[in-house]
């Protein structure tokens, strides 16, 4: 399996063809080993998928092999005692390596479920080409396991994604008398720092303390001697599980209208938040078969980024799709590495739970 990680961090990923010639070579490798694999298209990248089990649930394991730009010398792995660096050793060929190794590993007889294998090559340009077009075309499942690098803990929940676009309008007024102007971009600066004062942003949940708000982009203003009548200011908004995005649009809204200040918000396309919870038949199962495997108590959390998990639970109401894979640092970094015994770890934990009653 180790020696399969490797073989895939070799390979250059980094582009559309690069992704597409390891997702060829993790088909070979599963067919080699006897499975029956179906390599799929859409828009030019490639995905696959094979099946094994049967009965009236399913699980999926999803994984990506297309990786960020790295230095060339990050495509040569380098094994340090526990550690194997490379570019994609942590995000995530480590746990697709663990994935493929752990399906070809399953016992039938023992398998009271069906297990699906997905592996996908555009998770880090937004997975809309193969994750989302899977489950489009019905590869879904009951629980699904996408195999990032957590540190062997459980990402139950994700942070939903709502972008806003909103433009500030003033009053374009002489430099010299700006009284007589509505200055665009103050009015922004004034709203701004009331946002964080909001009732949305001093809530918390079990997993997270409050939610993500980023100004990333403003515009405005192209010379001295005028009042700017218009400042265009976009918010990235992370929410979390149980915050209802109409609700903060509002917030939002009202502030300008109490604050006398004329703005316009429109909405950019949202992902949804994940908010599966502790009592999820699957994740209780989980837990017990993590204790079992590793005598590690499992550790649950919320990740803040959205994954290709979005996809899986955007069908179930935003439940029931996970991340979860082996412990490493400094992914989309220079010295990305993971854990070879999180490798094997995450391996058995995921043949222990497909085989579990
Ligand atoms: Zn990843």
């Known amino acids: 399996m180790i020696e399969l990680l490797k073989d895939l961090i070799k390979i250059q990923s980094d582009s559309k063809e690069g992704a597409n010639e390891a997702l060829l070579f993790c088909a070979e490798w599963l067919k080699e080993k006897g499975e029956a694999v179906t390599v799929h298209d859409n828009n030019g990248y490639k995905m696959l998928t094979s099946a094994k089990g049967k009965g009236a649930e399913t699980i999926v394991w999803n994984g990506h092999v297309d990786v960020v730009p ?38 039938r ?9 997905h592996i996908v090559t555009d998770e880090e340009t937004g997975g809309r080409n193969t994750s989302k077009w899977l489950v489009e ?50 009015s922004a600066m004034k709203f701004h720092m009331a946002v964080a004062d909001l009732p949305f942003q001093k809530e918390s949940t079990e997993y997270y303390e409050k939610p993500s708000v980023n100004l990333p982009i403003i515009k405005a203003g192209d010379r001295y001697n005028v009042v700017p ?10 929410y979390m599980p149980g ?3 109409e609700e903060i649009i509002r917030q939002l809204v009202d502030l300008a209208k109490t604050l006398d200040i004329e703005m316009d918000c429109k909405k950019e396309e949202t992902a949804p938040a994940l908010t599966t919870t502790k009592e999820n038949p699957y994740i ?10 590793t005598g590690q108590k499992p550790i649950l959390f919320g990740q803040h980024g959205a994954a290709d998990t979005q996809y899986y639970a955007a069908v179930q109401g935003g439940e029931g799709a996970i991340e979860f894979g082996p412990s490493g640092d400094d992914w989309h970094g220079n010295a990305e590495y993971v854990l070879i015994s999180s490798v094997h770890a995450f391996k058995d934990i995921l043949v222990a739970l497909a085989h579990s009653k």
């Open 70 to 107: 790295g230095h060339e010398e990050q495509f040569n792995p380098i094994v340090e005692q526990d550690r194997l660096y490379g570019r994609g050793a942590a995000d995530m060929k480590a746990g697709v390596a663990a994935m493929m190794q752990a399906f070809v590993d399953l016992d």
């Open 109 to 117: 007889s023992k398998l009271a479920r069906s297990v699906q294998l």
């Open 137 to 186: 075309q019905g590869y879904t499942g009951d629980f699904v396991i996408c195999g990032e690098p957590t540190g062997l803990k459980v990402g139950l929940q994700s942070k939903g994604v709502l972008q806003l676009d909103m433009t500030f309008k003033g009053k374009p007024a002489h430099g010299s008398r700006p009284w007589e102007g509505i200055n665009a971009i103050e």
């Open 229 to 238: 009548d218009i400042c265009e200011m976009s918010y990235d908004i992370r």
């Open 243 to 245: 915050q209802k995005k």
């Open 284 to 293: 209780q199962n989980l837990q017990n078969v993590i204790l079992t495997t």
